[in-house]
């Protein structure tokens, strides 16, 4: 599918439509003052102090009523909740399964209304952003990013991760200067210093600027730190340090790592991800995959 | 504290927080009901209100056992296994009279023991916990059974396995749950040698097993690769045992698994 043509709803419309309503009585506010008409209710209608016959059968009524608003209230947010998180937690399935079109439908869904949770809005916008990646929109990934960094306050992996898609979506969008600047800001964050994540950005952004040797620059330890923290995510790196070794004109290298490549990923996959390696293919021979896998 | 008696603690301390709830709230009713009868003077309304607040003391020291067991299972996470332990000790030794933060001490020191690789203690936990009635815990059975089929595959008892992970193919297991028992039911029908329902679906089971961890999923694919040498179908073997290669080393794909171990080179 064409993804310019996908429905996708307007990045700042869902924004707006998704910030959490301010409810009344459901925070720690209400939830006292509907505990103190209770108890009182309770002492009154219970004859303390001595209150007239009459007036307990009121605070009866005040007391039941109190309970029930605020047992209605507790049980309606608890099911509002309890459906976000599901279906949160489906469309994280939905990514990591790469079911993109499910995955946006759900997202589209629960961020055209206000959210019950505002930590569950920051974790759908994420999702989001992801979403957006896959479809080329850029200029969205950085825009929600941005205001993901700028208007809520994340804590220093949420924030790493979020920089990590930011700076992938200025790549892609050939922002270079600008990616360059962020992945010199992310290299001084403690969380990303060892992650796979920057290993992976800054092979990227040497391939992409043309500064192969640099790319090449301890590929083992590059391997490993991706192998042992994102597992089949190796195969980016064998695919960038093909087209690395292709750069320098070393065609046994970069076939020895496009065969890798190609073993541990599809390559219509790793295509999509990193644009350049269309260059190799045909031009180097992919680890023929089993039928079943094709 | 060893597993038979964390256990044989468990119950008890189940029974004494059910007579104190029971013998709680029978002393309230009778309060209310037989305070003219027998003429106690004092208030039905101060009874209440004493047992409120005993309950409330009571929940809150619960509550807090219940947070300490909570927190054990990052530490578990991070590997700091003695942390670990001394926080569920002390969770599993105060006294509850919640039941949730007994099963939630007993679910985690299963698992921190199925982290230390202590398959028969994990095994023992898991039974007690799934033998209780769970309740608003339901959820921890499910990981709880894919422990008790790893700890009795890692024991070799493979009938044992079959049991414990039976009843999960009737409920929906969210995605990394759904990884687990794909891992456990290739390593289950590897030791059967049903190798050709290893192979049904195939491409499902390796898009399954690329989302796992690395080691595992070395290990989901070492197994399918066994599967397919079995049956003849080399180029599928070939191209399985590549990509483990490249995943993990031979000693974490092959470990407890003597099939495996001993095909796999």
């Known amino acids: ?294 | 504290m060893t597993a038979a008696a964390v256990v044989s603690r468990f119950r008890r301390d189940l029974t004494l927080a059910w007579l104190l709830r029971s013998g709680m709230v029978a002393l309230v009713v009778a309060w209310v009901l037989l305070s003219d009868t027998l003429h106690w003077d004092v208030d039905p309304m101060v009874a209440i209100m004493v047992f409120l607040g005993l309950w409330i003391v009571l929940v809150h020291r619960s509550r807090r056992a219940t947070m300490v067991a909570t927190a054990a299972s990052n530490l578990i996470a991070a590997g700091q296994f003695d942390a670990a332990e001394k926080q569920l000790d002390f969770a599993l030794r105060s006294f509850s009279v919640l039941t949730a933060a007994k099963l939630i001490g007993l679910h985690h020191l299963a698992r921190l023991r199925h982290a230390q690789h202590n398959w028969r203690e994990a095994a023992l936990l898991c039974q007690a916990l799934l033998s209780q009635r769970l309740g608003r815990l339901q959820p921890l059975s499910r990981p709880s059974r894919l422990m008790l089929a790893d700890s009795m595959l890692r024991l070799g008892d493979v009938q044992g396995a079959y049991t414990a992970m039976v009843d999960l193919y009737d409920v929906r297991l969210p995605l990394g749950e759904l990884l687990a028992l794909q891992l456990l039911q290739l390593d289950y029908l590897a030791r059967i040698s049903a190798w050709a329902a290893m192979l049904h679906n195939i491409a499902a089971r390796i898009q399954l097993a690329e989302l796992m961890p690395p080691a595992r999923s070395a290990r989901a694919q070492a197994l399918l690769a066994l599967a397919a040498a079995k049956t003849g179908r080399t180029d599928l073997r070939d191209w399985l045992v590549a990509r483990a290669a490249r995943l993990a080393e031979r000693q974490e794909i092959v470990s407890d698994h003597p099939t495996l171990a001993a095909w796999y080179v």
């Open chain 1, 1 to 294: 599918m064409d993804p310019t043509k996908l429905p996708i709803p307007e990045v700042e419309r869902l924004l707006d439509a998704s910030q959490p309503r301010l409810r009344l009585f459901s925070g720690w506010l209400g939830s006292l003052v509907l505990s103190l008409v209770v108890l009182g209710g309770f002492f009154l209608a219970m004859g303390y102090p001595r209150t007239e016959p009459n007036s307990r059968m009121i605070a009866w009524a005040v007391t039941l009523a109190a309970a029930t608003l605020s047992i209605g209230i507790n049980w309606r947010l608890r099911r509002a909740f309890t459906a976000e998180q599901i279906r949160l937690q489906m469309i994280e399935e939905f990514l990591q399964l790469r079911r993109w079109p499910e995955a946006l439908m759900n997202l589209a869904a629960l961020l055209l209304r206000p959210m019950v949770s505002p930590v569950a809005r920051v974790q759908a916008l994420m999702y989001l952003s992801a979403v957006l990646a896959r479809y080329h929109r850029f200029e969205d990934v950085i825009y929600l990013d941005d205001y993901l960094l700028s208007r809520i306050n994340l804590d220093d992996d949420t924030a790493c991760g979020v920089k990590m898609g930011r700076t992938m979506a200025l790549l892609r969008d050939d922002n270079l200067l600008e990616a360059d600047r962020a992945l010199s800001e992310l290299g001084r964050m403690a969380a990303a210093r060892q992650s796979a994540g920057l290993t992976l950005l800054e092979l990227y952004r040497d391939v992409k600027t043309g500064h192969a040797t640099e790319a090449l620059e301890g590929l083992d330890e590059k391997v490993k730190r991706v192998r042992e923290q994102m597992g089949h995510r190796v195969a980016d790196v064998y695919g960038l340090a093909a087209r690395a070794y292709d750069f320098l004109s070393r065609p046994v290298d970069a076939q020895a790592m496009f065969t890798q490549a190609s073993l541990m990923a599809p390559l219509g996959e790793l295509i999509r991800r990193y644009p350049e390696l269309q260059l190799l293919v045909g031009k180097y021979v992919a680890y023929p995959a089993p039928p079943e896998v094709r």
